[in-house]
Nanobody, 116 residues
Framework: QVHLVESGGGLLQPGGSLRLSCAAS????????MSWYRQAPGKERELVAT????????NYANSVAGRCTISRDNTKSTVYLQMNSLKPEDTTVYYC?????????WGQGTQVTVTS
């Protein structure tokens, strides 16, 4: 059974940094691309970043490019999202996601709140 557990969210001031983690289990982690999404209340879920199966390639949304870095540790079956220069508009719930045989799997999300 695929299981994704996000952690690392919190309350920060603008300009701050944090690292989100997503621990995966139930599938062969090093075979699949992993993504981070975020979703604010009343808005569609937004793709933040994607990393390929071996960590050699990543893509970012324009809204976070230059401020975020996605990475993975295949020995720990964990994907990370390092977020720097946080802005109030980054406030939302962040989810990790994997697609396995055309099936989307999501974690429960972790809340990030950026406020002064």
């Amino acid at each position: 059974q695929v299981h994704l557990v996000e952690s690392g969210g919190g309350l920060l001031q603008p300009g701050g940094s944090l690292r989100l983690s997503c621990a995966a289990s139930g599938f062969t982690f090093n075979m699949y691309a992993m993504s981070w999404y975020r979703q604010a209340p009343g808005k569609e879920r937004e793709l933040v970043a994607t990393i390929n199966y071996n960590g050699e390639s990543a893509n970012y949304a324009n809204s976070v490019a230059g401020r975020c870095t996605i990475s993975r540790d295949n020995t720990k079956s964990t994907v990370y999202l390092q977020m720097n220069s946080l802005k109030p508009e980054d406030t939302t719930v962040y989810y990790c996601q994997v697609i396995i045989r055309l099936q989307n799997y999501w974690g429960q999300g972790t809340q990030v709140t950026v406020t002064s």
